[in-house]
């Protein structure tokens, strides 16, 4: 079954500091990942998402991932961290049938002045 | 204009009560889903239809009946409440082609159940 896992529960960065989440997938064809963001007390939303071609990919609010599928990885980056961006991060794999995500247990950003 | 809305925001029952979360979307999406998230935050699917059809139904207890009056509409009943059941579920919607949910989903904003 596809998964993926996310190893950091927490991560706390300085405001203006660079960002990586880490995201590893568990699947034998070529996934379909995305990341999810979710601030305090609000819903998902999409950052950006992978399903084939470049393996750098743009999201919006700043936010690229890249695929490397050698190392089953999709993992989020964003060169400078803004305050605003403190919220809790979602990777996540589309299942090959049926319609559903499956979600990593996600990472909690925390971001410093 | 508000793409995926839940009602009620917050949902505050006593154990064994009946409830039900309402959820609309107005996307003209062919996809509905729910998804619940755990006191650790945890997202797992629960039910997701397509077309009125009910396509996923996971481990969920017969308890939670999702019931879908027609594509814009996904709503959630469960009966006999749990103190488990604490928990906030999330509506999502998505175009839902190809019979795999490749496509950007969208979410509501979540009910927040508390069973005392």
């Known amino acids: 079954a596809q998964s993926v896992t996310q190893p950091d529960i927490h991560i706390t960065v300085s405001e203006g500091a660079s960002l990586e989440l880490r995201c590893n997938y568990s699947?034998?064809?070529?996934?379909?990942l995305f990341w999810y963001v979710q601030s305090p007390g609000q819903g998902l939303q999409l950052l950006l998402k992978?399903?084939?071609?470049?393996?750098l990919v743009q999201g919006i609010k700043g936010f690229e991932a890249e695929f490397k599928r050698s190392q089953s990885s999709f993992n989020l980056r964003k060169p400078s961290v803004h305050w605003s961006d403190a919220a809790e991060y979602f990777c996540?794999?589309?299942?090959?049938?049926?319609?559903?995500?499956?979600f990593g247990k996600g990472t909690s950003l925390l971001v410093t002045p | 204009d508000t793409a995926v809305s839940q009602t009620p925001k917050y949902l505050v029952t006593q154990m064994g009560n009946d409830k039900s979360i309402k959820c609309e979307q107005n996307?003209?999406?062919?996809?509905m889903y729910w998804y619940k998230q755990d006191s650790k935050k945890f997202l797992k699917i629960m039910f997701s239809?397509?077309?009125?059809?009910?396509?996923i139904n996971e481990t969920v207890p017969n308890r939670f009946s999702p019931k879908s009056p027609d594509k814009a509409h996904l709503n959630l009943h469960i009966n006999s409440l749990e103190l488990g059941d604490s928990a906030v579920y999330f509506c999502?919607?998505?175009?839902?082609?190809?019979?795999?949910?490749?496509?950007?989903?969208?979410f509501g904003p979540g009910t927040r159940l508390t069973v005392l």
């Open positions: 999502a919607s998505s175009q839902g082609v190809g019979g795999t949910s490749t496509d950007t989903q969208y």
């Open positions: 699947y034998g064809a070529t996934p379909y």
């Open positions: 992978y399903f084939s071609g470049d393996t």
């Open positions: 996540a794999v589309a299942r090959d049938s049926g319609y559903a995500l499956n």
């Open positions: 996307l003209g999406h062919d996809t």
């Open positions: 239809y397509n077309n009125k059809e009910l396509i």
